[in-house]
């Protein structure tokens, strides 16, 4: 069976700091992936999608970057971390039929 | 750009009794997905009902099912014998069909708090 993985779960960095955050597909192939940023528990915004590996196209402009080194991984980074970064960001992948796939999304919190 | 509206922010109902929740979609396209996403306390996203917009039935699972009247661009949640597990917040998300798999996004609407009182 299909299953994603996200992880960490929880993140507290400070401003300026780097950050990753992984997600990884298991049980598929050439999954199509999706990072949303959820803000203050309301609606989920598309940050970038991924329909391959190393093809990543960006949904809007900000300090964070995508990148998906192997065909199941799909990572979230920033050079830097603003306050405004702060949020619950949640990987997805398409299913056949079903829509998306969420993963169980981490909270990061920027101080 | 395809735009999801949820226009009740929160809603409260009692144990036991029905809730509509209300989803308008703007969309110029013919095929798409309409999909109704649970989100509990624990922020996990849980599919809750699904409907293909070239089917005319309604889409039903178990206690929930969906009013989809594509004319109107109008796609309720309606939720029966409502239970204390239902509170969470629920986002209307709408998928077209066009163009390469990867552009096929899911656009949110911007959720409804439902809380479900004892």
């Known amino acids: 069976s299909q299953t994603i993985h996200q992880w960490p779960a929880t993140l507290v960095q400070p401003v300026g700091s780097p950050l990753s955050l992984e997600c990884t597909v298991e049980?598929?192939?050439?999954?199509?992936l999706y990072w949303y940023r959820q803000a203050a528990g309301r609606g989920l915004q598309l940050l970038f999608y991924s329909v391959g590996i190393g093809q990543i196209s960006s949904e809007v402009p900000q300090n964070l970057s995508a990148s998906r080194p192997q065909d199941r991984q799909f990572i979230l980074s920033s050079k830097k971390l603003l306050l405004s970064d702060s949020g619950f960001y949640l990987c997805?992948?398409?299913?056949?039929?079903?829509?998306?796939?969420f993963g169980s999304g981490t909270r990061l919190t920027v101080v | 750009a395809q735009t999801v509206t949820q226009s009740q922010p929160e809603m409260s109902v009692q144990e036991a009794e029905t809730v509509t929740l209300s989803c308008t979609y703007d969309t110029s396209e013919n095929n798409y997905y309409l999909f109704w996403y649970k989100q509990p306390p624990s922020r996990q996203m849980i599919l809750v009902i699904r409907q293909e917009a070239y089917k005319q039935q309604n889409a039903t699972e178990n206690r929930f099912s969906v009013n989809f009247q594509k004319a109107a661009k109008s796609f309720s949640l309606k939720i029966s014998d409502s239970q204390l597990g239902d509170t969470a917040m629920y986002f209307c998300?709408?998928?077209?069909?066009?163009?390469?798999?990867?552009?096929?996004?899911?656009?949110f609407g911007q959720g409804t708090r439902l809380t479900i009182n004892p």
């Open positions: 998300a709408f998928m077209n069909l066009l163009g390469i798999q990867g552009a096929q996004k899911l656009v």
């Open positions: 049980g598929t192939s050439n999954p199509n």
């Open positions: 997805a992948w398409r299913t056949p039929a079903y829509g998306y796939t």
